[in-house]
């Protein structure tokens, strides 16, 4: 069902009143990046049956935002005008600031006398504040054409998450039938537009699309979302000139990234400059605090890149310290986020840090090879370089700095692989667990892109469980490995240990899918080790 099928089927069952609000809210509302004393709320306005996203028609309108401590807003709190239009895709973004920390808020949208659906929000801990816990639910790689998100109905069901850290690929840009179950007829839910989103129109009709998914909806409607990208927010393997997924006849990539990177800024609660400022910048990385109990540095491992080596068993480019994941000014950014005077240094991160090799060697034999052959790579036959083992320089520039400094507590939780792991991250991984760790890895799976079996066709838990065993051999660092559920996670981080409980879903295609408690990891604070936990986290 396209868009317009879905708003029409919508608003066909309500009340009158309501019926014009969805109309005019088709998009909902949601809330992001969440700091001591602002929050950005967010919303589409639909103000002529003319104005559908992309097509840039539609007149001036003015939208009215409110902010509440009750969710009748008779305790108004903060309040303003903005007018929005087709240049902006009729998207309303505002930055409402001069709240109280630590505190929840109801907020809204007024046009024309209509108000949106109701939101809730949540504002950030004070910077001196030593809040008891921090929870938040934790998603990536929810591809609409493969499945159902129950993944956030589960999520937006919770009332004890403070946010949601989506890891990126929160979107697709694939046509009907190039991914997913593979062809176009037994696609889930197609893609609109009905081809791979290339032009400004299609990012924007793509993202309005997603915003229109119930689950979604109501998982931005109940929680601030902090947010990064990955690569199909632009297109498949994407680095800093390029992609997989861009051909020649495309047209110029940079300029196809600019299109796709104002959709997101224009349809994502999502500050986009690196500061606190919303003012259509491009930088997407930046830090979020919660007192002194944590701070989560969050990445973008796309944008700045080199290009991925195409044969990675042989390449020793993977070690070349010309080349970077991260660019000069994001590493350094980040190895200041780790010396950060919070006890927790998590760190918002698109692909896997933790090294997922063959053949590896310790690195005082290996070494000395290298440097006289130029033969073997450094850290092993890397099982995928597009995610840091592409890139080693940088790693090894990064776990340098923090076994130099003798940092701790640093947490990476990462997206991108379509599967869950838990990992230490050892500084000499050949010798690993004789030797020290400068961290661990979470690893959250996708809400519905392809897993393992999805893509063998193998019953689940049964083929995979040999790729799994094969690759905790050779990786001794890796605690955990599901290759096969769909699902999401939650991480609850105290001053004790941080934890991460792995959900998982029943059948993508099902919309009302069920979901169950998998398993749960933890670090305790000071051991930079992931240990099994028996029982998720409950209560408040």
């Not at 918002?348 to 690195?363: K, L, Y």
Request: aromatic share 8%; proline share 7%.
């Amino acid at each position: 069902m396209g868009a317009a099928g879905l708003a029409a089927a919508t608003t066909g069952s309500l009340g009158p009143a309501a019926a014009v609000s969805a109309r005019l809210f088709q998009h909902g509302v949601a809330s992001g990046d969440p700091l001591p004393r602002a929050v950005v709320l967010w919303t589409r306005v639909s103000p002529t049956p003319e104005s559908t996203p992309g097509s840039g028609l539609g007149p001036e309108v003015k939208v009215r935002w409110e902010v509440a401590r009750d969710a009748g807003f008779r305790k108004l709190v903060r309040s303003g005008n903005v007018t929005t239009s087709a240049a902006r895709d009729h998207t309303v973004k505002v930055d409402a600031t001069g709240l109280d920390p630590e505190t929840s808020y109801h907020y809204r949208f007024v046009t024309g006398g209509v108000a949106s659906p109701v939101g809730r929000t949540r504002t950030a801990p004070d910077a001196s504040a030593t809040p008891d816990h921090l929870r938040l639910g934790v998603v990536s790689c929810a591809n609409l054409q493969a499945g159902w998100f129950s993944a956030y109905r589960h999520l937006a069901a919770r009332d004890d998450l403070h946010a949601i850290l989506h890891l990126g690929d929160y979107l697709y840009e694939y046509a009907p039938g190039e991914y997913g179950y593979g062809r176009a007829d037994v696609d889930v839910r197609p893609h609109d537009p009905p081809h791979e989103m290339v032009q400004l129109a299609d990012y924007r009709r793509r993202h309005a699309q997603y915003k229109q998914d119930p689950d979604l909806q109501a998982l931005h409607a109940r929680h601030p979302f902090i947010v990064t990208w990955d690569d199909h927010e632009v297109t498949n393997d994407a680095w800093r000139e390029g992609a997989e997924n861009h051909q020649p006849e495309e047209g110029d990539y940079l300029a196809r990234r600019a299109r796709s990177h104002r959709a997101y800024d224009e349809w994502m609660p999502v500050r986009m400059d690196g500061t606190a400022a919303l003012d259509d910048g491009t930088r997407l990385f930046r830090r979020l605090a919660f007192g002194r109990l944590a701070e989560i540095s969050m990445l973008d491992l796309r944008t700045y890149r080199d290009q991925q080596v195409t044969t990675p068993l042989a390449d020793p480019a993977v070690d070349d310290p010309e080349r970077t994941i991260a660019g000069r000014e994001q590493l350094d950014w980040l190895k200041d986020s780790l010396t950060a005077p919070v006890q927790w240094k998590l760190v918002g991160n698109p692909v896997m840090i933790a090294p997922v090799t063959f053949a590896q060697v310790p690195q005082d034999l290996i070494g000395p090879v290298d440097d006289v052959t130029g033969i073997l790579p450094r850290d092993g036959a890397a099982y995928n370089v597009d995610q840091w083992d592409g890139y080693t320089d940088d790693r090894r520039e990064l776990f340098a700095h923090i076994r130099d400094r003798g940092l701790r507590d640093v947490v990476f939780l990462t997206g991108d692989i379509h599967s869950a792991w838990a990992c230490d991250l050892p500084y000499d991984a050949a010798t690993y667990p004789l030797g020290d760790s400068a961290g661990v890895e979470l690893v959250c799976t996708s809400v519905t892109s392809n897993n393992l079996d999805d893509i063998t066709g193998t019953p689940p838990r049964t083929a995979s469980l040999t790729v799994e065993a094969a690759i905790q051999t050779s990786n001794r660092h890796v605690r955990y490995l599901n290759f096969d559920d769909h699902g999401y996670s939650v991480l609850d981080v105290t001053p004790a240990r941080v934890q991460m409980d792995y959900y998982v879903i029943g059948d993508r295609a099902d919309r009302n899918a069920p979901a169950a408690w998998a398993t749960s990891w933890a670090s305790r604070s000071g051991t930079q080790k992931v240990v099994p936990v028996d029982r998720p986290v409950t209560g408040a």
